[in-house]
């Protein structure tokens, strides 16, 4: 059954503290991305990585970090820097960088209090 | 910066009726313009993309409609059914990312 796994669906986090998002694929896929949705501004891109030990960042990137030690997983790190992180999380991937179908995890709503 | 830009925000449809939403780019550096559908509580999914050189496009009841020189396009679903509320969203393709529209809700009543 492939797919992109997003965990856990709901995560909640006190204010300070660092907070890292699971994203899982095995679909084979070269292309992982991180967006951020908000009611009103669509999907905004956090980070994406192309191939395993590289990523670039995306629109929104301050206050976040991300890792790609292996081609299936691509975990996010929401730091304390940043200022609003309460939000719904998506994690994607695409066969290739250019590929205009991506495949989107069900994602993970983050509530920090 | 906003490069694709997407209206309604939101749109109520009677159920058989044609709902249709609209989107306009600014770069023409984009090659293909996909459209993404979100059902509540999951991760998009792709409905339909077109290329530049194509004027419409149909799949069943949706339909996407080009027009290269006003530099817009739409999404037209035809027979509007309860089942296709949910949220779209309209999307343009730069050589590195999709860029995204704002996304538009749409309710269809039975």
């Known amino acids: 059954d492939g797919g992109i796994t997003q965990s856990p669906k709901y995560l909640f986090r006190k204010e300070g503290q660092n907070v890292t998002l699971s994203c899982e694929q095995n679909l084979n896929h070269d292309a992982m991305y991180w967006y951020r949705q908000d009611p009103g501004q669509g999907l905004r891109l956090i980070y994406y990585?192309?191939?395993?030990?590289?990523?670039q960042k995306g629109d929104i990137a301050e206050g976040y970090s991300v890792s790609r030690e292996k081609k299936e997983s691509f975990p996010l790190t929401v730091t304390s820097a940043q200022k609003n992180p309460t939000a719904f999380y998506l994690c994607?991937?695409?066969?290739?960088?250019?590929?205009?179908?991506?495949?989107f995890g069900p994602g993970t709503r983050l509530t920090v209090t | 910066q906003q490069q694709v830009k997407q209206s309604p925000q939101s749109l109520i449809v009677q159920k058989g009726g044609i709902s249709i939403i609209n989107c306009a780019y600014e770069n023409t550096a984009f090659d293909y313009f996909p459209w993404y559908q979100q059902f509540p509580g999951k991760g998009p999914a792709l409905l339909i993309a077109?290329?530049?050189?194509?004027s419409e496009k149909k799949e069943g009841r949706f339909t996407i409609s080009f027009n290269k020189s006003a530099k817009q396009f739409s999404l037209h679903i035809m027979d509007s059914q309860p089942g296709d509320s949910a949220t779209y969203f309209c999307a343009a393709r730069r050589p590195d990312k999709l860029i995204f529209g704002t996304g538009t809700r749409l309710q269809v009543f039975p």
């Open positions: 990585s192309q191939i395993v030990n590289d990523f």
């Open positions: 077109i290329r530049p050189d194509v």
């Open positions: 994607a991937s695409s066969i290739q960088r250019d590929s205009y179908e991506q495949y």
